[in-house]
């Protein structure tokens, strides 16, 4: 059985602050990483994916990935009040195995 | 910017009845999907959909679901006798031309059953 873990939270980080956001997987053979952002109550809204060994970055966001250790992360740089969401973590190709998501809140 | 898109946003109905819930995906794309999400939980893969026919179906996609493209746009899922844990969110979602691209998701049905 494919599985993808994240801390829950919540991850609580001050406004202009970096917000680290972190991914497990089980399937070493896994070749497409994604991270989604979900408001309550709406449906996933793709924020990155990456498919490297290394980091990409995007404006205000850099996925990190390392195979090796079934590893992917997310940073936000300058975490706005609207970053306030559930970040899910997904992995695979035809069919996305998502994580259960880290829910993130910005005080302002 | 294309968008997948949904109806009905909601639906009631009641244990027992069949539902269809309908996605017009992005317009260029071949590969389509179901996802459904409960209340508080996971968002889980239902079934894939590529060239008329399902490519990958999880466990949970049992004989009483279907899911057909009867047109050039829409994508359907049909519910034959919903069940009261059939209460969800269901996603569809679209990827382009290859497999394994980027899904991007319509804005979801929420079903409940009673």
């Known amino acids: 059985q494919k599985e993808v873990e994240q801390n829950s939270g919540p991850l609580s980080v001050p406004e202009g602050a970096i917000a680290s956001l972190n991914c497990t997987y089980s399937?070493?053979?896994?070749?497409?990483f994604f991270w989604y952002r979900q408001y309550s109550g709406k449906s996933p809204e793709l924020i990155m994916f990456i498919y490297s060994n290394g980091d990409k970055e995007d404006g205000r966001f850099t996925a990190q990935l390392n195979k090796a250790s079934q590893y992917v992360s997310l940073l936000i740089r300058d975490s706005q009040p609207s970053d306030s969401a559930t970040y899910l973590c997904?992995?695979?190709?035809?069919?996305?195995?998502f994580g259960a998501g880290t829910i993130l809140r910005v005080k302002s | 910017e294309p968008e997948v898109t949904q109806t009905p946003s909601h639906q009631v109905t009641q244990m027992g009845q069949e539902v269809i819930l309908r996605c017009v995906p992005i317009s260029n794309h071949l590969y389509f999907y179901w996802y459904r999400q409960i209340l508080g939980q996971k968002v889980e893969f239902l079934v894939s959909?590529?060239?008329?026919?399902?490519?990958?179906k999880s466990e949970i996609f049992d004989d009483q679901f279907s899911v057909e493209r009867p047109d050039g746009s829409n994508f359907t899922l049909k519910i034959r006798s919903t069940k009261l844990e059939d209460s969800a969110m269901y996603f569809c979602a679209s990827s382009g031309l290859q497999g394994g691209e980027t899904q991007y998701f319509g804005p979801g049905t929420r079903l409940l059953v009673l």
């Open positions: 959909f590529y060239n008329n026919e399902i490519s990958e």
């Open positions: 997904a992995v695979g190709g035809n069919k996305l195995v």
């Open positions: 399937d070493r053979g896994s070749q497409s």
